[in-house]
C-alpha cells in the first residue's frame, strides 16, 4: 500500500532539519579553525575512531574574583591554567585531545603554535563543555598551547617524542 504523501513529506522535511541541526551543532564557532592541508607535514586531524591515546586537559581556575584571593587577582588579575600544561605526544600516534572548560561561565580558547612559531590551530573551548580532537602530530619538537584570552599564565607545551616502537 502507498503511504499517503503527506507523511512522505513530513518525513522528508524531519529529515532536512535533522541535518540542518546537525551541521549547525558541528560548525565551529566563528574565527576558530583546525590544522589544513597546508600543515600536513606536521599536524593532521583524524577521526574521532582513530585515536591510539588521548589526554584530558582541564582549564583550572587558580584566582578568581569570584573565590580569590582578592590580594592576587588585585596584583596579577585573574589566573587560569591549563592542568596539566605539559603534554607529553608519540610521533604519529593519533591522540584525542580533550580539552575540559571547567568554569561554568568564562571561554577559553586553545592556539597551537609550531616550533617555528606557526599557529596550527584556534578552537573556542565554552564553558562546562569538553571539547576534543584527534590529532596526529608527524614532526618531533616543542609545540606550544596557549589561551589567548588568559595570558601570559594560561599556556602549556606539548613535546612530540619519537614513536613508541622505535624505543
Ligand atoms: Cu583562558
Known amino acids: 500500500m502507498r503511504k499517503p504523501l503527506a507523511s512522505c513529506l513530513s518525513r522528508a522535511a524531519l529529515g532536512a532539519l535533522a541535518l540542518a541541526v546537525s551541521v549547525a551543532a558541528a ?74 572548560n571547567l568554569q561554568p561561565d568564562d571561554k577559553h580558547d586553545v592556539m597551537l603554535v609550531d616550533p617555528e612559531w606557526n599557529v596550527l590551530m584556534k578552537v573556542t573551548l565554552p564553558p562546562l563543555r569538553e571539547t576534543a580532537h584527534v590529532l596526529t602530530f608527524h614532526r618531533e619538537g616543542l609545540f606550544r598551547l596557549y589561551c589567548t584570552m588568559h595570558q601570559p599564565a594560561m599556556s602549556g607545551q606539548v613535546l612530540v617524542v619519537p614513536p613508541a616502537a622505535a624505543n
Not at 582549564?59 to 590580594?71: D, F, K, L, S
Not at 603534554?87 to 584525542?96: K, S
Open 27 to 100: 560548525e565551529p564557532p566563528r574565527g576558530d579553525y583546525l590544522p589544513e592541508n597546508a600543515s600536513a607535514a606536521t599536524i593532521t586531524v583524524e577521526n574521532s575512531d582513530a585515536a591510539a591515546a588521548e589526554v584530558v586537559i582541564l582549564t583550572q581556575a587558580v584566582a578568581i574574583r569570584e573565590t580569590g584571593p582578592q590580594q592576587t587577582v588585585k596584583r596579577f588579575g585573574e589566573v587560569y591554567a591549563f592542568s596539566p600544561a605539559t603534554i607529553i605526544v608519540h610521533r604519529d600516534e593519533p591522540t584525542r585531545l580533550r580539552f575540559w
